[in-house]
Nanobody
């Protein structure tokens, strides 16, 4: 069974920063694409950022480009999401997801491409 665990969510003021962390250490391979998604109340779950197994290629939603940075952690199947210049519209439950062994050159932001999901971590940004 694959366990995906997120942490780092919190309540912050607009303009502040947070760093989310995700670990999927029980997945048997390190050849995994990892992504961050978010879902606000009443809205669809949307892709925020994704990264290839090597960390050499990343994808970002237009709404977070220049403010969020996804990166691989030092341990197997771990990933960070650094969120700067946070806005109230970034308020959502943030989910980490992963999938493996496909070989995309660019990591996808479509939730349909990801198989394993965490339970989420709440990010609340107040104005």
């Amino acid at each position: 069974q694959v366990h995906v665990v997120e942490s780092g969510g919190d309540s912050v003021q607009a303009g502040g920063s947070l760093r989310l962390f995700c670990a999927a250490r029980t997945y048997p391979s390190s050849n995994v694409y990892m992504g961050w998604f978010r879902q606000a109340p009443g809205k669809e779950r949307e892709g925020v950022a994704a990264i290839t197994p090597s960390g050499g290629s990343t994808s970002y939603a237009d709404s977070v480009k220049g403010r969020f940075t996804i990166s691989r952690g030092g341990a197997k199947n771990t990933v960070y999401l650094q969120m700067d210049s946070l806005k109230p519209e970034d308020t959502a439950m943030y989910y980490c997801a992963l999938t493996g062994g496909v070989g995309w050159a660019r990591p996808p932001l479509s939730r349909d491409e990801y198989i394993y999901w965490g339970q989420g971590t709440q990010v609340t940004v107040s104005s």
